[in-house]
């Protein structure tokens, strides 16, 4: 997948530009970009900024547009109103989501867009946004209005929203005993999304929210799913942030369980003829915390990954306890291997089990015609099978596979200490 990412340049890669680059690689996405503005700044001050020129504007609108597909837009720093006007030319006839980051000022006090240009901007910017994300401040700005008991977050974010913008989200509205919300406002609905509040004074996390927004829409998810996906990477980045520089601490983006067993569920679709190898009860994939009490504790599909003719469509979202029957195989592994933290099943085949046999992966099997009757009638069944796979090993498993019932489905199950390790052993036996 690819995504455009239009703004600043910020040589201390804390924000704009850079910051975007940083995020969407580390979510398995192809960032371009689409410079406006060079700024000089760095971890303590915030220094020149220089517009840069409408020709190289539009040749790099150009390059870009014309050679790739580009599944979604992110605009950040815009600066002037030549800049924005330029960007609408180009951008208005694209039908594909736009994240809208009305960035006006840096967290160094450094001027992001001039104010004679803000009133182009809601013009011209604000109606490309599928969603735009203004912090409080921002969306004081925009509706020269502040937001207190009688400028409702509602009353704002109509505003904007009578400005064009699809849907509207206002960040950091509300901090009440250690919780911090964003109001939302969809074209029917609206809420609050909450979380823990973090104060720890940063860079970049107004990009880093907007970008995870902007990926989660490009993966098809709901705005509710994308802004609590984006909420909870930007309070984990928040969290993680360095201070590298002299000055305030930069934001880093934590490759978190949940973002590397999406990056490797989306390997596994991406793998060719992929779908031969989905079993007829469909595929989980799971990743565990550290020494898992329960599959509560498992990161695992809501759905499943499921076959739709020759593609492969991750149906659901990550969730811990998302998996009932692959998190439960993994959950008794991990109690007498506590290293091995994901699992995924294939289908059963012959040719397979022929390749595991010759790479010599350390391979278990158990016999469900030996399952006592107590656990044929309800009782965990694939907790009594790995149990007895395993009972008399002292290696911990690559795979474990049975060979089904009458009327169970023969199944292999593939094991590792992480999901792209799991991948590789998956990529060396189909
Ligand atoms: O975080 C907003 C932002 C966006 N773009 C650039 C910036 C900043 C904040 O400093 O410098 C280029």
Redesign the pocket.
């Known amino acids: 997948m690819n995504i455009l990412s239009i ?4 040589p201390s890669s ?6 975007d680059i940083k995020v969407f690689s580390k979510l398995d996405i192809h960032c371009l970009t689409v410079i406006t ?1 060079i ?1 000089g ?1 760095n971890t303590s001050n ?1 220094g020149m900024v220089e517009p840069v020129s409408k020709n190289i504007l539009e040749n790099q609108l150009e390059s870009i547009i014309t050679d790739f597909k580009i599944d979604g837009i992110k605009i ?2 815009v600066y002037n109103s030549e800049i924005i006007k330029t960007l609408y030319h180009h951008l208005k006839k694209l039908k594909i989501p736009i994240v809208v ?1 009305p ?1 006006i ?4 006090g ?1 001027m ?1 867009i001039e104010k004679a240009a803000i009133i182009d901007f809601k013009k011209f910017i604000i109606p490309l946004a599928t969603i735009i994300t203004p912090n409080k401040f921002e969306a004081e700005i925009l509706t020269k209005m502040k937001i207190n008991s009688i400028n409702t977050p509602e009353k704002i974010a109509k505003k904007i929203q009578r400005m064009g913008a699809k849907n509207i989200v206002i960040t950091g509205i509300k901090i009440k005993n250690k919780k911090i919300s964003d109001f939302v406002l969809e074209k029917n609905k609206k809420y609050y999304i909450t979380d823990k509040e973090i104060s720890k004074i940063n ?5 880093i929210h907007s970008a995870s927004v902007l990926y989660s829409i490009v993966k098809n998810k709901n705005i509710r799913k994308a802004l609590e996906f984006a909420k909870k990477n930007t309070f984990n980045s928040i969290k993680n942030s360095k201070k590298i520089g002299k000055g305030i601490a930069i934001t880093n983006m934590e490759e978190s369980n949940e973002i590397k067993l999406l990056n490797s569920i989306n390997e596994f679709t991406k793998i060719k003829n992929i779908y031969k190898n989905i079993p007829e009860c469909q595929t989980n994939f799971v990743y565990s915390k550290q020494k898992p009490k329960s599959i509560k504790e498992i990161l695992g599909i809501s759905g499943r990954i499921v076959k739709s003719g020759e593609e492969v469509i991750v149906a659901g979202d990550l969730v811990y306890g998302g998996s009932k029957h692959v998190a439960t195989a993994l959950l008794t592994v991990n109690k007498k291997y506590s290293k091995i933290q994901s699992a995924i099943n294939i289908k059963y085949k012959n040719d397979t089990i022929s390749k595991i046999k010759k790479l010599k992966l350390t391979t278990y099997d158990y016999d469900r015609n030996h399952e006592p009757k107590n656990v044929k009638n309800g009782g965990s069944t694939i907790e009594w099978g790995i149990k007895n796979a395993i009972k008399n090993s002292t290696k911990p498993p690559d795979i474990i596979y049975h060979k089904g019932d009458f009327g169970k489905e023969p199944m292999i199950i593939v094991f590792a200490e992480t999901p792209d390790i799991v991948i590789k052993k998956i990529l060396k036996i189909i």
């Open positions: 703004g600043g340049s910020d804390g924000a704009g530009i850079q910051s503005a700024t700044q915030f950040g720093m980051d960035v000022k840096s967290t160094t450094g992001l860079r970049g996390s107004g990009c």
